[in-house]
């Protein structure tokens, strides 16, 4: 089974700073790795999706960079505010076509953004 | 907001009860996936759903059990309620083929005492 380790566990910066949450896996068997963020009381909900031929993705104000030979991913905020705090979960498939949909999330980091 | 529904919100049942949860998926979507998530943890998946049929289930004992109707719509049920059992329970959707797109309800807060 896809085992995900996320880090850091709790994370704090200014308003404009810029957070960095990173995941390192350990199976192959990916086809791609979603990240998504959780609102106190609320659903986790899809932020953004890389595939392992593409090294970095941007959507917004968050880039997921990869590096598959260091089988490790993060994801960056961009100009981060108090809106963006919330807990983010990093996950990766089981792998093959029906199972890889089944998610191994990490640990989520537990973002603060001060004003 | 994502299309995913479900019911009830919260829910307090006791120990050996049991229970069902309900999930109505995304227009378009016909497969759902059920996680339990532990308060402070990330969610751990429990099953899946495609064609009315189960193909996946994760590390979880008998006792939790599931449908997924034709128009696609989903229960879960946990018979033997134990206290451990408390937790958020997501369900997902997604249509298969487009599995990058899975989008999570806003969970059913269950809490067994």
């Known amino acids: 089974q896809q085992q995900v380790k996320q880090s850091p566990q709790s994370l704090i910066v200014q308003k404009g700073g810029i957070p960095i949450i990173n995941c390192a896996y350990e199976n192959t068997a990916f086809d791609y790795f979603p990240w998504y963020q959780q609102f106190p009381g609320k659903g986790p909900a899809l932020l953004i999706a890389i595939r392992p031929d593409v090294s970095e993705k941007k959507e917004g104000r968050f880039t997921i960079s990869f590096n598959k030979s260091a089988k490790q991913f993060s994801l960056h905020i961009m100009d981060s505010q108090p809106g963006d705090s919330a807990t983010y979960f990093c996950?990766?498939?089981?792998?093959?076509?029906?199972?890889?949909?089944?998610?191994?999330f990490g640990e989520g980091t537990q973002l603060t953004v001060n004003p | 907001e994502t299309g995913v529904t479900q019911s009830p919100t919260h829910l307090i049942k006791t120990r050996g009860q049991q229970v069902t949860l309900r999930c109505s998926s995304q227009s378009g979507h016909n497969t759902v996936s059920w996680y339990q998530q532990a308060l402070g943890q990330g969610p751990q998946f429990i099953f899946q759903?495609?064609?009315?049929?189960?193909?996946g289930r994760g590390n979880f004992p008998p006792r939790f059990s599931g449908l997924q109707f034709p128009n696609y719509s989903s229960e879960l049920n946990v018979n033997a309620l134990e206290l451990d059992d408390s937790a958020l329970y997501l369900c997902a959707s997604f249509r298969q083929g487009i599995k990058e797109t899975q989008y999570f309800g806003p969970g059913t807060r269950l809490l067994v005492l």
């Open positions: 759903y495609y064609r009315e049929e189960e193909n």
């Open positions: 996950a990766a498939p089981q792998g093959g076509e029906t199972s890889g949909s089944r998610l191994t």
